[in-house]
């Protein structure tokens, strides 16, 4: 049973561990110095830096280990499900979960007050980075990358916190605490459940076993990131359920969020050459999102290109269908996903590059699969 009214007091709570660490930094005058530092952290195994203050290596510390209910073994399945779906998911991360997130008009306002927060290149980048880091093999342990990845962002959205709270222009007590933990949990099942909805709207199977693993791994992150563990049902189910309470019944319009959806489609047409197919990826947006969404955040509408992704749909469909028979159908309904992995991590604004780091694990499987994306100008090796 979800308790609406523990759910709404995460509108007023942070993250304390991470609060205190930013709050200690800023008044000290240390946070260039600790950010060039941990720039350079990046691996679960790596030595936490001796030149960093005390009061980070406490944190890093504290917050190094996965809780000790986390499930080893469910979170290996969901490993395959990702070697076998991973580019899939990534689709639907592109053309949807981005726009979901911008539908949530308090999001919204923080990205756009927030300077960097509101660039789509980024946004992308750092978003199917982490996800990718989540999902790499042994991500928790000594040969993941994971750790320092979520310890860095609980620090980056502290600091966002210290910021907007401190700049008059964010009233906690009508709007409450700027990047939430009920806003934490809202991004969580918008990269969760409703990634595996968008998957299946879009022919994707999914089975339930894997929606239900998938899901597990971000509950376990949930609780590194700082999340209550009770504010995180335990069955995807449950999580079905708390998304459309919390996060559907949130989604409406604001100008911040046709702005910034605005900015993302136009990231996303420059994959494309010319203007020809410039519809065809607001047709994807439409066809990976609830309608009333696609109209709030107003998405161009098009009746050629819909009918283009809903042929494109019946397509998939087909081809996974096929996939245990036809090594070409397989082939087909791959490479269409490393297209969009490939292409969104590639330079994509004046100057500016998306990297992505595949894990090594990830990139040798897809590889021999054939459908890694090859890295572009600009991408990581």
């Given at each position: ?40 952290f990046r691996a679960n195994d790596q030595p936490i830096p001796g030149d960093l203050p005390e009061v980070v290596r406490e944190f890093l510390v ?127 099942l918008i990269f969760s459940v409703q990634v595996v909805e968008g998957m299946r709207r879009i022919g994707i199977s999914v089975t339930e076993q ?172």
């Amino acid at each position: 049973m979800i308790d609406a009214a523990a759910v709404d007091e995460l509108k007023f709570l942070g993250d304390p561990l991470a609060d205190a660490v930013v709050a200690d930094l800023v008044a000290t005058g240390r946070v260039g110095a600790v950010n060039a530092v941990l720039e350079h952290f990046r691996a679960n195994d790596q030595p936490i830096p001796g030149d960093l203050p005390e009061v980070v290596r406490e944190f890093l510390v504290a917050t190094d280990d996965p809780p000790p209910w986390a499930d080893l073994d469910r979170i290996a399945r969901a490993y395959d499900f990702f070697v076998d779906d991973g580019v899939h998911v990534a689709s639907v991360l592109t053309f949807g979960a981005m726009v979901n997130c911008y539908a949530q008009p308090r999001a919204s306002r923080v990205l756009t007050l927030t300077h960097g927060l509101n660039q789509p290149h980024r946004r992308l980048s750092e978003t199917s980075q982490f996800v990718m880091n989540m999902m790499g093999c042994d991500a928790f342990g000594r040969g993941g990358a994971f750790v320092p990845t979520i310890q860095k962002t609980r620090l980056i959205h502290a600091a966002v916190r210290h910021f907007l709270t401190t700049s008059g222009r964010w009233d906690v007590e009508a709007d409450g605490v700027p990047v939430c933990q009920q806003d934490m949990v809202g991004a969580l099942l918008i990269f969760s459940v409703q990634v595996v909805e968008g998957m299946r709207r879009i022919g994707i199977s999914v089975t339930e076993q894997e929606a239900a693993d998938y899901y597990y791994v971000w509950r376990v992150t949930g609780a590194m990131l700082g999340i209550p563990v009770g504010a995180l049902p335990e069955s995807v189910d449950e999580a079905r359920e708390l998304s459309a309470i919390l996060v559907e019944a949130a989604y409406g319009p604001s100008p911040e969020g046709v702005s910034l959806t605005r900015d993302l489609l136009t990231l996303y047409e420059k994959l494309f050459p010319g203007k020809l197919f410039d519809g065809i990826v607001a047709a994807m947006v439409r066809q990976v999102v609830a309608p009333e969404v696609a109209d709030w955040m107003e998405v161009p509408r098009s009746r050629a290109w819909a009918g283009v992704a809903r042929a494109g749909t019946r397509l998939v469909r087909a081809l996974e269908r096929s996939e245990d028979n036809s090594a070409l159908a397989t082939r087909v309904l791959d490479k269409a996903g490393a297209l969009l992995l490939g292409g969104s991590v590639r330079t994509l604004t004046d100057g500016q590059s998306t990297t992505l780091d595949i894990p090594a694990d990830l990139r040798e499987r897809w590889t021999e699969a054939g459908v890694c994306p090859a890295p572009g100008r600009g991408d990581a090796t």
